[in-house]
């Protein structure tokens, strides 16, 4: 079992930065994969990021490669998602996910474990 965080979302201009945060409970959470998923108002949840459980491995969809990165610090139970660059079109609810699998995981079934998500608008 783990419990999931989110945090480090608000308001930002075009352009500009956010980094999320995602704390987990729990004594295991190096022996899981991460991932950020985003939900915009009247769309489906989508995929954003994902981590290996070591984070030697990571995967991004098309939308976010080259301005956001995810990475994990297993020692303080949390996985970031730094965001540079925004548009207007990263408005969205970002949620957290936890899976048991080896790898990465880009799909929502994939995970059993999701936080309560974390708002992020920007403005253009």
């Known amino acids: 079992q783990v419990q999931l965080v989110e945090s480090g979302g608000g308001l930002v201009q075009a352009g500009g930065s956010l980094r999320l945060s995602c704390a987990a409970s729990?004594?295991?959470?190096?022996?899981?994969?991460m991932g950020w998923f985003r939900q915009a108002p009247g769309k489906e949840r989508e995929f954003v990021a994902a981590i290996s459980w070591s984070g030697g491995n990571t995967y991004y969809a098309d939308s976010v490669k080259g301005r956001f990165t995810i990475s994990r610090d297993n020692a303080k139970n949390t996985v970031y998602l730094q965001m540079n660059s925004l548009k207007p079109e990263d408005t969205a609810v970002y949620y957290c996910?936890?899976?048991?699998?080896?790898?990465?995981?880009?799909?929502?079934?994939?995970?059993?474990?999701w936080g309560q998500g974390t708002q992020v608008t920007v403005s253009s």
């Open positions: 996910a936890a899976t048991p699998l080896k790898g990465v995981a880009t799909t929502i079934y994939e995970y059993g474990y």
């Open positions: 729990g004594r295991t959470f190096s022996s899981y994969a």
